[in-house]
């Protein structure tokens, strides 16, 4: 069974751990074709949060909801992209090895076709046959980012999605994120690349201890979160 949906929205979502609030009624909501991003400094909660819309934290309080679905429908997680800082790649399998098991644990159809595909876009058909654990920072990168589209998410969640890859590579990035909105995927993503992430975002929201200290969209987005950035730092 699987899931679709058309938006995602926090409903006043908090995360405590232990003492430690780390998100404090987080409220936004996110529609097809969005690419939002997720601004602030280090420890403003942007992890938690993408962990949160990931299904792979539970809420403290509040609620995340997929459409007319929660984050407890089995089916959900069928429709979720995740890149973490953790690219969940198995080092001693070869890339194309893990991206074939990813993609039979998607269901993927034509499992092979899709695998083929995604190293081509990858860029490492040459080295598809080499285990991972040889692979650069952004060899690995780039081949993370292939496991998490592999079955066409319509969420795809980004934690610092341009580190390690070189400009070819993030410019291929750039393009593939705006072509993912366009064809109908909800996209967010933190970053601290903001030169880059102006050439892709269509919102953001910046974060300050926990909470959203501005939201903004539209071409102006960064101008309008500048002082907020500043002021977060």
């Not at 987080?26 to 993408?50: H, Q, W």
């Not at 995604?118 to 490492?124: C, D, F, G, K």
């Not at 909470?211 to 907020?228: F, K, Q, T, V, Y």
């Amino acid at each position: 069974m699987t899931a679709d949906f058309d938006s995602v929205s926090a409903v006043n979502v908090s995360r405590v751990f232990g003492r430690r609030r780390v998100l404090a009624e987080v409220s936004f909501t996110c529609r097809r074709g969005d690419v939002l991003g997720l601004l602030g400094p280090n420890g403003a909660g942007k992890s938690t949060l993408l962990a949160v819309l990931a299904t792979l934290l539970t809420p403290s309080s509040g609620q995340i909801r997929y459409g007319a679905r929660t984050a407890g429908d089995p089916a959900v997680r069928g429709r979720i992209g995740w890149l973490g800082h953790d690219l969940q790649l198995y080092p001693e399998l070869t890339g194309r090895e893990n991206l074939r098991f990813f993609a039979r644990l998607y269901g993927v159809p034509r499992v092979e076709q899709a695998v083929n595909s995604a190293l081509v876009r990858a860029r490492l058909e040459h080295a598809a046959d080499d285990p991972v654990a040889s692979y650069s920072r952004g060899m690995r990168q780039r081949l993370a980012l292939e496991r998490a589209l592999l079955h066409a998410p319509r969420l795809l969640l980004l934690d610092e999605p341009f580190t390690g890859l070189d400009g070819r590579s993030v410019r291929e990035l750039v393009d593939r994120l705006r072509a993912i909105g366009q064809d109908g995927a909800i996209v967010i993503m933190a970053t601290h690349d903001l030169d880059t992430a102006e050439a892709v975002l269509t919102r953001a929201l910046v974060l300050r201890a926990g909470r959203i200290a501005a939201e903004a969209a539209g071409g102006g987005w960064l101008d309008a979160c500048r002082d907020a950035l500043t002021h977060s730092s």
